[in-house]
């Protein structure tokens, strides 16, 4: 199966986090005459907005510098052939939920988590939103929006949530959003390794948020 090509937009800061993203997009397997467009820098929405205004192809993919992925995740998803459908992610912090959402009514954005024990073990399922990493959309989905196709606090003045708004667009103009689960990404976080005698022995403590042995508070989230 062949696919036309299209463009993949980077989303990063202007220093490189992890190698593993490089490591990723370098090995990324993409339909011959695809471009990249990485616009570094905090301002995620409007560089998100730059990339777009410069996108070629049929489809965009976007990606943020802080997931692993396999070479063909791009592939896999543009099997489905739908206008916009995503790979499963995990937040980055506990209790690490999958970024999959219902419609809701107890929500200012009229959606909620869905709880992981609610999810099949795989398949393609249609949500009310999602992560935007890895997220592939058709060209013309972009094409019936009015830019500026990303905005910040237009949910609440001191939150950015400009995925979620951006995907909310998406769906108010009739389109569908679908979640493969059978593709996954992988979410990198900084994390803090301590020693700690417990049960008679010397282990490792996993620090996801800034957690003191001596002190407290914080997140500590396993012992191995």
Known sequence: MTYPPGTIILVSGELTRYATFTQSMLSLVAPPGSQVVW?????????LNLSLEERIGEWVFLMGDDHLFAPDVLWRLLRHEKDVVAPLVCKRKPPFDPLVYRQSSTNLMGIEGI????????????VAACACAGILIKR???????????EVGQVKSDELQEDLYFLQKVRAKGFELYVDLDTKLGHSTPAHVWPQYQDGRWQVLIDLEGYVPEIGGGHAVGLG
């Open 39 to 47: 616009k570094p820098g905090v301002n995620i929405a409007g560089n």
């Open 115 to 126: 709880p992981p024990a609610e999810l099949p073990p795989g398949g393609l399922i249609p």
């Open 140 to 150: 013309r989905v972009i094409d019936a929006l009015v830019p500026p196709y990303f």
